[in-house]
């Protein structure tokens, strides 16, 4: 059985592909062939003009525990440092289509970075999220104290990474975190309902909106939102945005291309 899993299960519906982890024997945890995966994956879905969300998840006891505890233990430094797993996550952030979280159960290190590297996070209510490597003598590696950091403010993440405390969903959620809580058996139900949302959209509009409010997180105030005004001025060169102010304008629902 593949580490991980394509499907398009709702409805068949094609606008939406799931991506499910699938080392269920250790909480999910992620190897740099999982990684790979994912990313090769991703980039698959990318090329495919019918998909317009990809919704990431694992199973009910985690979503990833981190990275492969057993396959770091004795690496070296040089080991770390020339991994390809570093490109992978650059790649991974490269991926233009919105990509969900959908978390159930523990989301830890290099598992709480993947969700926090997707655009949002849904999470059941049992979900679990921390940066646990302070317990195993390492800090996070791929994002956790800089993401974490601009997600939740200095003082939290200090916390939670400095103590290897776990937040709960409804905390995460309180913080800001997460984007949405709901119970954990609904969990795959409710994220398609938003990827479906998303799907009913403008591809171009989704893409430029997921570039500028990225950007947000690098850019000064005055450069981000000069930054935004020039992806603004681009949906004008799209037969979406004519499609969905002349679908206003007509009463009618917007149907967009993706061009
Ligand atoms: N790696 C390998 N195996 C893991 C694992 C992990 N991260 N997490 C769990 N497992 C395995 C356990 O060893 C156990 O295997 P068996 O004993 O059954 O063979 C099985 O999954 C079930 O786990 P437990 O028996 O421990 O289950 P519990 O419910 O009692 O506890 C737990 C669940 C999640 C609290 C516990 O398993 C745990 O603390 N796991 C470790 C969590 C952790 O420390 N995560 C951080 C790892 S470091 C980077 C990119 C990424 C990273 C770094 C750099 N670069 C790009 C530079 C990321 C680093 C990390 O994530």
């Keep these: 059985m593949s580490e991980l899993i394509t499907t398009h299960p709702f409805n068949n519906d094609l606008r939406v592909a799931l991506l499910k982890l699938n080392r269920p024997k250790v909480l999910n945890a992620l190897t740099t062939d999982l990684l790979q995966e994912i990313v090769s994956e991703l980039q698959r879905l990318e090329e495919l003009p019918e998909v317009r969300c ?8 985690a979503f990833a525990a981190g990275a492969d505890i057993m396959k770091m233990a004795e690496s070296t430094a040089m080991d770390q ?16 289509k919105p990509i969900i979280a959908a978390v159930n159960g523990f989301a ?4 709480h ?27 996070p590696g791929a994002g956790g104290t800089q993401r974490l950091t ?10 939670l990474a400095l103590t290897g405390e776990m937040l709960t969903a409804r905390e995460a959620l309180a913080c800001n975190l997460i984007a949405k809580v709901v119970p954990e058996v609904a969990l795959l139900q409710e994220t398609f309902e938003v ?11 989704a893409k430029l909106i997921k570039d500028s409010i990225n950007k947000s997180q690098e850019m000064s105030l005055r450069d981000g939102i000069e930054y935004e005004r020039r992806n603004f001025y681009l949906t004008f060169a799209s037969a979406d945005q004519k499609e969905g102010m002349n679908a206003f304008l007509e009463k009618r629902s917007p149907e967009y291309k993706g061009n």
Excluded at 54 to 61: E, K, P, V
Excluded at 108 to 111: A, Q, S, W
Excluded at 197 to 205: C, E, G, L, N
């Design 108 to 111: 830890l290190g290099g598992g």
């Design 54 to 61: 990809i919704i990431i998840t694992g199973d009910d006891r």
């Design 150 to 159: 601009r997600a939740i403010g200095k003082s939290k993440a200090m916390m």
């Design 81 to 96: 440092l020339n991994d390809k797993r570093l490109r992978l996550w650059k790649e991974f952030a490269m991926i233009t």
């Design 113 to 139: 970075e993947l969700s926090m590297a997707c655009d949002f996070v849904i999470a059941g209510d049992t979900a679990k999220f921390g940066q646990p490597e302070i317990n195993i003598g390492t800090t």
């Design 195 to 205: 990827a479906k949302k998303i799907a009913d959209k403008s591809p171009i509009a």
